[in-house]
């Protein structure tokens, strides 16, 4: 089996390459990635040498590459992580976020159905659904997105439904709740908080931080989309949650004790301009159809989670310095946190 992956330099790309070369080491990986400031070379150096593994690094904007890319290794499985990720950013300047989300998601739907790919997995987000305050979202639910990230995920989710509607292409949909765990780019709430803390930064949260997140271990993830890539039915969405429901102020909390640090390093700043207030997904389909569930609670992941950053320093130091310094020192400055 020939797999495809996107954006394999991110964090759960990356998570999912390790995960998948241990658990079928038959499959034959080829990850694309442009390297934005998000994809990272250092995520995956412990597979460089791998007979099964190959990284090449492209746009998947761009057609005529991703054309040659395909006609060379001819994949049975896509599988599309890459993404402009970050809601904050996508406020800022929405452009990048267009054009890789929906239109990069569009060439690689061109491209399966030329290549008669076997499997296309695009891999989206609970935020598509919008915020809900009381229940859960299944996999029926309207999409209502609320952010230029979120709608650009919404917009490619229909794209990828009407490639299976039309051409009958054998796509799935994965929609997580958020993730954390080794390998997350600092700009996220976990690892900027425990970046900031060890640092004794101040640790910025939006409005009263009673915003509610599910969040999944990494590794949860990264087993549900084999599981569904071995099981799913074409032209299904799948909801993939953690069924671990916390404000975002007592994820802090939590970190900054495990940190022993004092919790006057909480800085409250305005909110986010349409900030949803509360994600929850059912996950009753996953575990029927799939026989997934999730095996890591809050409690345990985030201490894997933080032990992972104190015995990794180094690549934090690393990714600091590249761009992360640079916008956050703007984006910081923004939010009147001007030490930052
Ligand atoms: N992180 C979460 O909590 C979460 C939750 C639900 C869904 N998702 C989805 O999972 C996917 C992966 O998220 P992540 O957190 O690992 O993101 P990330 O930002 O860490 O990684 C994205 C990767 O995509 C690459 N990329 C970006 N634009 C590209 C392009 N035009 N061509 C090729 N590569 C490109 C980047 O270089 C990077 O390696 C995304 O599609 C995201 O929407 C993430």
């Known amino acids: 089996m020939k797999v495809l992956v996107t954006g394999g330099c991110g964090f759960i790309g990356s998570n999912y390459i390790r995960y998948i070369i241990k658990k079928r080491p038959k499959y034959k990986i080829f990850n694309i990635d442009k390297l934005t400031y998000a994809g990272n070379l250092e995520n995956l150096k412990d597979l460089k040498n791998k007979k099964n593994y190959k990284f090449i690094r492209a746009d998947i904007t761009n057609a005529r590459i991703m054309g040659q890319i395909f006609k060379k290794f001819m994949p049975d499985a896509v599988i599309n992580f890459a993404a402009e990720t970050h809601v904050d950013r996508s406020i800022l300047s929405p452009s990048s976020f267009i054009k890789t989300n929906f239109l990069g998601v569009g060439i690689l739907l061109n491209l399966s159905l030329k290549f008669s790919v076997q499997r296309f997995i695009q891999i989206s987000t609970d935020e598509v659904y919008g915020s809900i305050l009381n229940g859960k979202f299944t996999e029926e639910s309207p999409i ?8 650009s995920k919404a917009a490619a989710d229909h794209l990828v439904l009407s490639y299976y509607k039309t051409y009958k292409l054998p796509v799935l949909i994965t929609r997580s709740s958020n993730n954390y765990g080794p390998y997350q780019f600092p700009e996220k ?10 640092n004794n930064k101040k640790i910025p949260v939006y409005g009263d931080g009673r915003n509610v997140r599910d969040w999944l271990y990494v590794e949860d993830n990264c087993r549900a989309i084999d599981l569904i890539f071995q099981k799913g039915r074409s032209g299904e969405i799948y909801n993939i949650g953690g069924e671990q429901e916390l404000t975002n102020i007592d994820v802090v909390k939590m970190i900054l004790k495990t940190l022993k640090r ?3 390093l909480i800085c409250f700043v305005k909110d986010r301009p349409g900030h949803d207030r509360r994600y929850a997904l059912s996950i009753n389909k996953i575990k029927k159809e799939i026989g997934w569930s999730p095996s890591v609670t809050f409690s345990q992941g985030i201490k894997k989670t933080i032990n992972w950053y104190l015995r990794n320093k180094v690549w934090f130091q690393h990714v600091e310095k590249g761009t992360y310094r640079k916008f956050y020192k703007k984006y910081y400055s923004k939010l009147g946190l001007k030490q930052f």
């Open 144 to 151: 209502s997105p609320s952010s230029p990230y979120s709608a």
């Open 189 to 198: 709430l976990i690892p900027l908080v425990i970046h900031n803390a060890l």
């Open 262 to 264: 004092d919790f006057s």
